[in-house]
């Protein structure tokens, strides 16, 4: 039941969107088991005044960097994570086409009683 929430900078084409999403998709499907129609992503586009990625880390980031930030169960482990980690930066290196060093992720870890899916209710707890 991943939650995803990917932030880049506007003026992108629909498509470019949309292959960011499919990676996406297909990377945790591969990685980390995700079941098929299990999709609940968004994209914020930012303008250049509310969107900065600096070059920390020894790693040059261009403005078409783009932040993916992942929250999960609490019960996937470091491999999962690291193989997730490989397979998002060469899936949208393949389409749309962006560049590893664009690629930031992070996985946020949250307990199954956290999560609601509808109905008001706690399906995982």
């Not at 088991?33 to 980031?61: H, Q, W």
């Amino acid at each position: 039941m991943p939650l995803l929430h990917i932030s880049m900078r506007a003026g992108k084409p629909e498509a470019y969107r949309k292959a960011i999403l499919d990676g996406l998709y297909c990377a945790m499907r591969e990685a980390l088991n995700v079941p098929e129609g299990d999709e609940f992503m968004t994209i914020s586009e930012l303008g250049p005044a509310n969107f900065r990625c600096g070059n920390a880390y020894g790693i040059k980031r261009s403005d078409d960097a783009v932040l993916i930030q992942i929250t999960v169960f609490a019960t996937r482990t470091a491999e999962q994570k690291k193989t997730l980690y490989r397979r998002i930066a060469a899936l949208l290196g393949e389409n749309p086409g962006i560049r590893p060093e664009d690629v930031f992720v992070n996985v946020l870890d949250a307990p199954a009683e956290n999560w609601s899916v509808g109905h008001g209710l706690a399906q995982f707890a």
